[in-house]
């Protein structure tokens, strides 16, 4: 697992949470701007690029192409879920953009550190390490975290403005409730201990409510899609998550299932596997 988008990339960007309340679905393709166009020293730093709806990938020009086209598509499908080349949730793809939502991949978290400097404040980015992307799926100690960290910026960026009652990282929010429920009470910061019959354990004690709230989103939606489930993955991750497969969630987490299964949100149904049908990516910037 790389490091958290509210921790380590204190020295590329803060990430921010904005708030506005708009419809969730479109049946128009999303706007396609450069959202970085200009920021030389982002050009600079991470000089390959390509973008999904809009919403840009940059990386260091010692990166593995492959892996950066594999975090392309699984974004693409996190987005467009069924592939017909529309945002299933337009709102949000739009809320990326205009945040300039980017994310930024390098080949180990060395190299993160080593470009990190002078880059501009007050962004909205998310890193992904080439050494954690598994191109060929999950494996028994080999996680693709593509499917985590892309997933986090579109919720921490995306969902969370969109949807600041439903989704926001803050107290009272729908998604922080059911958090709240999850961990056996609400813990601003981490407990000592969580209580008996908490299924939802984390305990970096880097992260804040608002990126534990990140990060039960991701436990969750990846568990009902099947992400969590394969052979020794339960025995990685119970210290942190208990319910890894879909009937656990159904059946344990009534109120995250609701929320996460309502159609009006557009949110995946199917788990990315990296081949998106609708278009093939190219990188620019060699």
């Known amino acids: 697992m790389s490091a958290q988008p509210w921790a380590v990339l204190t020295a590329l960007a803060v990430l921010t949470l904005g708030g506005c309340n708009s419809s969730s679905n479109s049946s128009t393709p999303a706007p396609t701007p450069t959202p970085d166009k200009g920021n030389a020293a982002l050009e600079k730093a991470f000089p390959l690029h390509t973008s999904v709806f809009g919403v840009?990938?940059?990386?260091?020009?010692?990166?593995?192409?492959?892996?950066m086209l594999h975090a392309a598509n699984v974004m693409a499908q996190y987005l467009d879920n069924d592939e017909n080349g529309l945002?299933?949730?337009?709102?949000?793809?739009?809320?990326?953009?205009n945040k300039r939502a980017t994310l930024i991949m390098v080949p180990d978290e060395a190299d993160l550190e080593t470009v990190g400097e002078g880059l501009p404040q007050g962004g909205a980015f998310q890193d992904l390490y080439g050494s954690e992307v598994h191109?060929?799926?999950?494996?028994?100690?080999?996680?693709?975290?593509?499917?985590?960290e892309v997933l986090h910026l579109i919720t921490h960026e995306g969902y969370a403005s969109v949807y600041p009652k439903i989704f926001g990282e803050v107290a009272e929010s729908q998604i922080a409730d059911a958090?709240?429920?999850?961990?056996?009470?609400?813990?601003?910061?981490?407990?000592?201990?969580?209580?008996?019959?908490?299924?939802?354990?984390?305990?970096?004690?880097?992260?804040?409510?608002?990126?534990?709230?990140?990060?039960?989103?991701y436990w969750a939606l990846t568990s009902l899609l099947g992400g969590q489930s394969h052979p020794g993955r339960l025995q990685e991750i119970e210290h942190e998550w208990k319910l890894n497969t879909p009937d656990k969630v159904k059946l344990g987490d009534s109120a995250v299932y609701t929320l996460l299964t309502n159609g009006e949100y557009g949110?995946?149904?199917?788990?990315?596997?990296?081949h998106y049908d609708y278009q093939t990516f190219t990188i620019s910037g060699d």
């Open 87 to 97: 945002a299933d949730n337009q709102a949000v793809v739009e809320a990326l953009v």
């Open 56 to 67: 840009s990938i940059r990386a260091t020009s010692n990166i593995d192409k492959a892996k």
């Open 135 to 148: 191109p060929q799926g999950s494996t028994p100690g080999q996680f693709d975290a593509t499917l985590e």
């Open 267 to 274: 949110l995946a149904t199917v788990l990315p596997d990296g």
């Open 179 to 217: 958090m709240d429920q999850a961990r056996g009470g609400r813990f601003e910061s981490i407990p000592a201990s969580y209580p008996d019959g908490a299924w939802y354990t984390y305990d970096d004690e880097s992260c804040d409510y608002s990126c534990m709230v990140t990060e039960y989103t």
